[in-house]
């Protein structure tokens, strides 16, 4: 039986979603709960932010990779705007790491794609009511990461290195790295051998793949 909601009124949520079989799906099974009310639905970063300053959301359900930025580093621009609204981050797949960016930041919680739509329902009632929610899977590394007890992958990159990164990420070589970092190109080699070493990868693309699930990269 669904928990009593904490409003007086359905809890209002902001559905932020790209593909539209995914937002009609999760729309369809929320609003089928008299407690839950989906105002509005976005497809982007923007359209979030000026959706949940007209529509004044209890919850917004917002999607981790949206094509115009990252759903996490979303969450404090949308609790500037509204520092009462409690913001579930939705996501294919997560990382103890990407979990602890969503509570440092302030958010409300990370539930994955994975889970099914009453688990999704149940988290965004207790998110409603001022709880932290965190996938199961998830939850033991948050605490770890946030108490400093375990750190994350990529945690001891230096700057030079984390820029270096960056770059691997944006699809350039080797050569156009030391270029756009302005040392030679031997350095620049040193660098990314470096990244790979300190995230366990064997190449380039798969030091690229493991950052992404990180959330080391946007």
Do not use: W
């Amino acid at each position: 039986m669904p928990s009593p909601s904490p409003h007086d009124r359905p809890v209002r949520i902001l559905l932020v979603e790209d593909h539209d079989m995914v937002a009609e799906a999760i729309c369809l099974a929320l609003e089928r709960s008299p407690d839950l009310q989906v105002v509005a639905r976005a497809a982007s970063v923007a359209s979030a932010l000026s959706d949940a300053r007209r529509y004044e959301p209890d919850v917004v359900l917002m999607d981790r990779r949206l094509p115009d930025g990252d759903g996490v580093t979303a969450i404090a621009d949308l609790r500037a705007l509204a520092p009462d609204v409690r913001v579930l981050i939705l996501a294919g797949e997560g990382s103890g790491s990407v979990a602890a960016r969503v509570a440092e930041t302030g958010g409300a919680g990370l539930i994955l794609k994975a889970r099914g739509l009453s688990e999704l329902e149940d988290a965004v009632r207790r998110v409603a009511a001022g709880e932290v929610v965190f996938d199961q899977d998830l939850l033991g590394d948050v605490l770890g990461r946030l108490t400093g007890r375990e750190p994350g992958v990529g945690a001891n990159l230096t700057p030079r290195e984390r820029e270096a990164l960056d770059l691997l990420g944006e699809g350039h070589s080797t050569a156009e790295i030391s270029d756009r970092l302005g040392v030679a190109l031997n350095t620049g080699r040193n660098h990314v051998q470096r990244v790979l070493e300190k995230l366990g990868a064997r190449s380039q693309l798969e030091a690229v793949t493991i950052a992404r699930r990180e959330g080391l990269l946007g």
